[in-house]
């Protein structure tokens, strides 16, 4: 095969063969095919798309680039669950010990913050002593021991996608769908799992800003997990606003022990978070019916085990669980502000992005690959759309360790609330459920 003919194919719109996608992925990977070409042929793809057969030929190719775990010793049924990204979506720390309580096994590898969204293993870092980079044997002997883990991907798996992302980011080819789709999938079909349930995003804080682009994209997943003959259901969830009251590490953190006690049943962060999960338990088997296990879940929170499941996993990760007992413990900001509402009303806009900003020029994300994080900064308190507010109610409470810092962060606070005289609804946290 010739790597240009085949470019030219795709280019001209014509549908690529197996063994021509196979070529060009394990060429890359090798490093016979150069990075002009493949970033030539992820434009060719980025401007005339691929059917869903290409799309899941491309995703098992990367998949294969790379070492797979081995999750054959793991006797519980594997269900992982994937998001696309938001401000404050911390529901993978609170998800995953729901999950394992009730019987399944969660080998999660998650990603670092990306931009202004944030990443669950920075979240993770900002837990004294918490280490994301366990083996690859002692991350299954900590699924097997406690029913998940939750670590950083290795330089082992996906080396494709590794490659062929940086070489997007580039060269103007990151949004394009089955792009997209065979970055996210091929990581998450390496860990070895049965089903993946899938969070994606839309709105203003999300990396899909319209409801029909993340629903292209839901059905993209989908399509190509259900080929690889995996259980697949995606949620479509609002990123409008942030997910729950917090931005930035360990303020989530805090956060998220709070919901696994039970201290936030009824928020836009718990409801998604029982949704997602409730259907990870009905993948596999362990519930019927999502409404039977959303009680179960329940039950786990009200008992304290789903707490006590958390905690025994931050152990077998090397962290000191007595700054999950005693939050306090956390990293704290020096400098902690309220941002007051300057008139009384409803709340019509709370803007994710303008508060995802913020926290990054906090020092809560990076802007450069080898930023170090303050994991202490961020926002707490965050009001909601649709709140009744007075003049002078905080609006939010902003954390900063430098007044500099603080100054840079408030200009896109400021621009985040719009309050008007007359109520606006909330948004409704789940939109759509794609099942294939």
Known sequence: MVPQWIIEKKRDGNILTDEEIRFFINGFTAGTIPDYQMAAMAMAIYLKGMTPE???????????????VDTSSVELPLVDKHSTGGIGDKVSIILAPLAACAGLAVPMISGRGLGITGGTLDKLESIPGFNVNLSEEAFIETVKTCGFSMIGQTGEIAPADKKLYALRDVTGTVASIPLITASIMCKKMAEGIDSLVLDVKYGAGAFMKTLDDATTLAESMVRVGKAMNKGMVALITDMNQPLGRTAGNALEIIESMECLQGQHADDDLMNITLALTA???????????????????????????????FKEMAVLHGADVTALDDLGKLPKASIVTAYEAPAAGYLTRVDAESIGRAVLVLGGGRQKTDDVIDYAVGTSGLAKIGDQVAAGQPLVTVHANSPDKLAQAMTYIEKAFEIAPEPAAAPVPIVARITG
């Not at 799309?55 to 070492?67: C, E, F, K």
């Open 54 to 68: 290409e799309t899941a030929v491309l995703t098992d190719a990367m998949m294969r680039s790379g070492a797979m």
């Open 279 to 309: 259907e990870m338990l009905v993948l596999g088997k362990t519930a019927a019916t999502v409404e039977d296990a959303r009680e179960i879940l329940l039950g786990h929170i009200a008992s304290g085990a789903a707490f006590a499941k």
